[in-house]
T-cell receptor, first 117, second 111 residues
Framework: GAVVSQHPSWVICKSGTSVKIECRSLDFQATTMFWYRQFPKQSLMLMATSNEGSKATYEQGVEKDKFLINHASLTLSTLTVTSAHPEDSSFYIC?????????????FGPGTRLTVL | AQTVTQSQPEMSVQEAETVTLSCTYDTSESNYYLFWYKQPPSRQMILVIRQEAYKQQNATENRFSVNFQKAAKSFSLKISDSQLGDTAMYFCAFAYEKLTFGTGTRLTIIP
């Protein structure tokens, strides 16, 4: 299958600081990338969808000014959590779709655990 | 909006037995995809099996098979000859423009 990486895998930050998480498609061009949030023992909740070169589309209830998403290239999307607070602590997962990979299956990254102190 | 329901929060079976995980969904769409994902303790999402709604034939992948009942909007996963490595969280997911996940079933295979 296609490979999607995330960096960092785990990050701890102080309240009020910003944190950037990278999502890369390593062996295909990702026309669309998705960002999910997963609380402990819960399901994945879609936060936003981003297409290369376009503004991200956020799901209802997700603060676009807090969760900044950039999809500047066909292999990289970034999620920046601005002015992070303890309630933003969670597991963040990205996924990607590529036309060369069929265009209908999402390939998931390994996730990033964010802890805000 | 689409919804996906998994009514079994937890299940456990003996190794080598067969287990079936249930999933129902609600949609007004006719063309869509359904998936089962496995999330082991590493939390990496792994695709187990997929089903295109326009296909009547149930998908199979080695020990994994589905029972897709489109009219009933049901999509259950059967795991045959269960193995210790099958222990994980299993999510049913509906795909139409985006993925909508169920709440998950925690499956434990007992040695």
């Amino acid at each position: 299958g296609a490979v999607v990486s995330q960096h960092p895998s785990w990050v701890i930050c102080k309240s009020g600081t910003s944190v950037k998480i990278e999502c890369r498609s390593l062996d295909f061009q990702a026309t669309t990338m998705f960002w999910y949030r997963q609380f402990p023992k819960q399901s994945l909740m879609l936060m936003a969808t981003s297409n290369e070169g376009s503004k991200a589309t956020y799901e209802q209830g997700v603060e676009k000014d807090k969760f900044l998403i950039n999809h500047a290239s066909l292999t990289l999307s970034t999620l920046t959590v601005t002015s992070a607070h303890p309630e933003d602590s969670s597991f963040y997962i990205c996924s990607a779709i590529g036309l060369e990979r069929g265009g209908d299956e999402q390939f998931f990254g390994p996730g990033t655990r964010l802890t805000v102190l | 909006a689409q919804t996906v329901t998994q009514s079994q929060p937890e299940m456990s079976v003996q190794e080598a037995e067969t287990v079936t995980l249930s999933c129902t969904y609600d949609t007004s769409e006719s063309n869509y995809y359904l998936f089962w994902y496995k999330q082991p303790p590493s939390r990496q999402m792994i695709l187990v099996i997929r089903q295109e709604a326009y296909k009547q034939q149930n998908a199979t992948e080695n020990r994994f098979s589905v029972n897709f009942q489109k009219a009933a909007k049901s999509f259950s996963l059967k795991i045959s000859d269960s193995q210790l490595g099958d222990t994980a969280m299993y999510f049913c997911a509906f795909a139409y423009e985006k993925l909508t996940f169920g709440t998950g079933t925690r499956l434990t295979i007992i040695p």
